[in-house]
């Protein structure tokens, strides 16, 4: 993936909404009226955060009948640790704790 992506990806994250949408699919998958009704947000708004977090791959659907059911895919979110791992690393793992100094102790 490129910088790009991870950034439509981190982006998906960075809304209140959005955030309060992962909280409510923690427990399990949920159909979008329900989305609707516990969010207190409208359908416009819900289709527009949704396809955010589709499109970043942290939140799979399914069709059924005129409604969409979400759920939090366990690859995508797998896929998302990783890419933030890439970042949110210090040198100093593969390098030896006074690399950098982050884990240095004063003597």
Partial sequence: ??????ARRIKALADENRLAILLALQ???????????E????QPTLS???????????????KEGKWMHYSI???GVSAFRDM???????????M????CGCRSKPE
């Fill in 1 to 6: 993936m490129g910088f790009t992506e991870d």
């Fill in 73 to 75: 895919s366990p690859a």
């Fill in 84 to 94: 933030i791992g890439s970042y949110a690393r210090c040198d100093c793992e593969a």
């Fill in 96 to 99: 030896g704790p006074r690399a």
């Fill in 48 to 62: 527009h955060h949704m396809k955010l977090l589709c499109d970043s791959g942290l939140v799979a659907t399914r």
């Fill in 39 to 42: 969010l207190s947000i409208s």
């Fill in 27 to 37: 427990q399990g998958e949920k159909c979008g009226c329900v989305l609707l009704e």
